[in-house]
Nanobody, 116 residues
Framework: QVQLVESGGGLVQAGGSLRLSCAASGSIFPIDVMGWYRQALGKVRELVADITIAGTTTYAYSVRGRFTISRDNAKNTVYLQMNSLKPEDTAVYYC??????????WGQGTQVTVSS
């Protein structure tokens, strides 16, 4: 059974910072890609950032220069450091991991709310 446990969401004022964490466990290893997606109310889910096991990163244009994704392969954990947060960053953030067998798994989601 695969489990993704997310933490770190919450309420923050515009300009503030939050750090999201997602720890993976279960029959999922080895993991190729770990990433974060978000879904704002009434909008489609979109990629925020992801990182391969080799360390290659991809960022949505809207978060470049403000968000940083990283991973600890020994802990099977991915992080998203979010700085200079804006009200438009408000969304439910979902952790996603893709195994080498190309199976995709999703976390339960964590709410991030940025007040103006």
């Amino acid at each position: 059974q695969v489990q993704l446990v997310e933490s770190g969401g919450g309420l923050v004022q515009a300009g503030g910072s939050l750090r999201l964490s997602c720890a993976a466990s279960g029959s999922i290893f080895p993991i190729d890609v770990m990433g974060w997606y978000r879904q704002a109310l009434g909008k489609v889910r979109e990629l925020v950032a992801d990182i391969t096991i080799a360390g290659t990163t991809t960022y949505a244009y809207s978060v470049r220069g403000r968000f940083t994704i990283s991973r600890d392969n020994a802990k099977n954990t991915v992080y998203l450091q979010m700085n200079s947060l804006k009200p438009e960053d408000t969304a439910v953030y979902y952790c996603n991991v893709i195994s080498y067998s190309r199976t995709s798994y999703w976390g339960q989601g964590t709410q991030v709310t940025v007040s103006s």
